[in-house]
T-cell receptor, first 112, second 115 residues
Framework: SQQGEEDPQALSIQEGENATMNCSYK?????LQWYRQNSGRGLVHLIL?????REKHSGRLRVTLDTSKKSSSLLITASRAADTASYFC????????????FGAGTTVTVRA | DAGVIQSPRHEVTEMGQEVTLRCKLI?????LFWYRQTMMRGLELLIY????????DSGMPEDRFSAKMPNASFSTLKIQPSEPRDSAVYFC?????????????FGPGTRLTVL
């Protein structure tokens, strides 16, 4: 079963707007990662946030983690057409550190 | 480095045929993951190798699926015999050490269609 679940399933925004998507998970984690998948391509790692971190930035990306609510959010600021992709959160399973569980993803469409 | 390389990129075969998917890891990486992606089930981990040794194959659907890592840089995933429900995109990913705090580098995937 999937550990992480993204919300919303799909998001359509205008270029220049911000995009926010959320991820909820069920069990304790060591860290949470976000990946991007462009259509017909493999997943690309975006950012990792550890369980003892609350917020992390990378360029136009901002990730938050609330372990008390078992949730994370990914914010893409000033979106571009090239940000059109599916975004997945991936969580480990605690004891099995190597094993990542991916959510179903949020499909983001950025309109020019 | 060219990244993770997978071949073929597309495979169309008939039910009952043997299918072999190939993956070349990034040089220096010692962990390999095979995933399957479908609309219905999302991304599922099939098997995980660390230092050429299969550590977790609990995601392998059934005995028709087998995976090998004959050397540190190469892996195969074989389906024999293939069935229409095996149609999916198969990804391999590599990483250093294999612990989740290391990012996984995904290949471009093999789109398998079993008729």
């Amino acid at each position: 079963s999937q550990q992480g679940e993204e919300d919303p399933q799909a998001l359509s925004i205008q270029e220049g707007e911000n995009a926010t998507m959320n991820c909820s998970y069920k069990t304790s984690i060591n860290n949470l990662q976000w990946y991007r998948q462009n259509s017909g391509r493999g997943l690309v790692h975006l950012i990792l946030i550890r369980s003892n971190e609350r917020e992390k930035h990378s360029g136009r990306l901002r990730v938050t983690l609330d372990t008390s609510k078992k949730s994370s959010s990914l914010l893409i600021t000033a979106s571009r057409a090239a940000d059109t992709a599916s975004y997945f959160c991936a969580t480990d399973e605690g004891s099995n550190d190597y094993k990542l569980s991916f959510g179903a993803g949020t499909t983001v469409t950025v309109r020019a | 480095d060219a990244g993770v390389i997978q071949s073929p990129r597309h495979e169309v075969t008939e039910m009952g045929q043997e299918v072999t998917l190939r993956c070349k890891l990034i040089s220096g990486h010692n962990s390999l993951f095979w995933y399957r992606q479908t609309m219905m089930r999302g991304l599922e981990l099939l098997i995980y190798f660390n230092n050429n040794v299969p550590i977790d194959d609990s995601g392998m659907p059934e005995d028709r699926f087998s995976a090998k890592m004959p050397n540190a840089s190469f892996s195969t995933l074989k389906i024999q015999p293939s069935e229409p429900r095996d149609s999916a995109v198969y990804f391999c990913a590599s990483s250093l050490q294999g612990w989740s705090y290391n990012e996984q580098f995904f290949g471009p995937g093999t789109r398998l269609t079993v008729l």
